[in-house]
């Protein structure tokens, strides 16, 4: 049976971006996928990453940067990037900052994500 999803649950990050989860592990409990509206300032970066899950990242506003073993691809406002599991990658926004959606097959956990140190 269908359920209705009241809110977000924001998650806490540092660096000044915040995760607003709506279907995954922390709000809704669903193990199968995590969907996450994202708000990044201009110079916010994480961690590199190779992460168990593939991620699909909507680009609503302004730009996010994606290192990868090739280069770096920018995704702006209206693109997408699919990352695949076990890929490398790190995150970062644009000049103007970065609004995006994130859904993470299966949802994101912390441990998943194999965030370097």
């Given at each position: 049976?269908?359920r209705l999803?009241d809110?977000?649950?924001r998650?806490?990050v540092?660096?000044?971006k915040?995760i607003?989860?709506?279907?995954?592990?922390?709000?809704?409990?669903?193990e199968?996928?995590s969907i996450?509206?994202?708000?990044?300032?201009?110079?916010?970066?994480?961690?590199?990453?190779?992460?168990?899950?593939?991620e699909?990242?909507?680009?609503?506003?302004?730009?996010?940067?994606?290192?990868?073993?090739?280069?770096?691809?920018?995704?702006?406002?209206?693109?997408?990037?699919?990352?695949?599991?076990?890929?490398?990658?790190?995150?970062?926004?644009g000049?103007?900052?970065?609004?995006?959606?994130a859904?993470?097959l299966?949802?994101?956990?912390?441990?998943?994500?194999?965030?370097?140190?």
């Amino acid at each position: 049976m269908g359920r209705l999803i009241d809110a977000a649950t924001r998650i806490p990050v540092p660096g000044g971006k915040t995760i607003d989860e709506y279907v995954g592990r922390v709000n809704s409990g669903d193990e199968r996928v995590s969907i996450a509206h994202m708000k990044a300032p201009a110079g916010w970066t994480e961690e590199p990453q190779t992460p168990s899950f593939a991620e699909f990242t909507l680009v609503l506003r302004g730009s996010v940067l994606v290192e990868q073993e090739g280069g770096t691809v920018e995704v702006r406002a209206g693109q997408a990037y699919v990352s695949e599991p076990g890929e490398k990658i790190r995150y970062s926004s644009g000049p103007e900052g970065a609004e995006y959606v994130a859904v993470c097959l299966p949802a994101f956990s912390p441990e998943s994500a194999n965030r370097e140190a």
